[in-house]
């Protein structure tokens, strides 16, 4: 099949994941879905950056007068980053939920799984395009606090920080996303599901802090450990969070389409 020889021309796994990133990467540039949703985040961020910088321009004056007063940084860049997490929180499921659920309504699906390739290397590539995309998104939104370097002093660290953290939110909505579409063949029951997930780990940390703040519950919440990110605490802790919700959503999609590959 064309898997085979894509698999023959470019060899090695990584050539295949990237190429079916390459092909969701595409597909997704061509929905004007795509670039509505990347038109509308940018209008709904350019209106709250210019809302904080108006903010920081009218306690400019008072800010001088304290001592270690605020910087710019904290007072427009942290509470963007801040604000961008909850719009992608929203926007995230309308980019994943078709990604696998609508292969499946094709009837697709099983031609996809039944090719020469991995199920490791499709769950990969779908994910490294949605990706792709994402990390284009993230991009955008970092211009707009780097424009204020011409004007002002930012913090590089707080800054780096906080687009670590934005990225790792991604990766991990992503995975998310992704699992929770393999699981349907209906896009917009995905895309509700992976809303109520990504709502539940953000606000479980309420229930977490009426409680021992070391609690679980409170170790769950996406919202602390992207909240520590944002004001530059950088810990380990808050890393592994990520990198296993990351690993465990992939490996959950994987195992899904492994066992509907193993039942044909």
Known sequence: GSEMCIRDSFGGSSRVIFTIAGKELKTLFLSPMAWSILAVVQAILAYFFLIYLDYFVQIQSQLTMLPNAPGITSIVVAPLFATVAIVLLLVVPLLTMRVVS??????TLSLLISAPVSVSEIILGKYFGILGFLLLM???VCL???SL???GTIDGGLVASGVLGMFLMLCSFAAIGLYLSTLTKQPTVAAVSTFGVLLILWIV????KTENQDSILSYLS???HNQALLRGIFSSTDIIYY???ITVFLVLSIRRLDAERLQQ
Do not use: K, Y
């Open 102 to 107: 609508e292969e499946r309504r094709n009837m």
């Open 138 to 140: 993230l991009l955008m």
């Open 222 to 224: 996406m919202l602390n």
């Open 144 to 146: 707009m606090p780097f």
């Open 205 to 208: 940390d309420i229930a977490g």
């Open 243 to 245: 990198l296993l919700c």
């Open 149 to 151: 370097a011409f004007v």
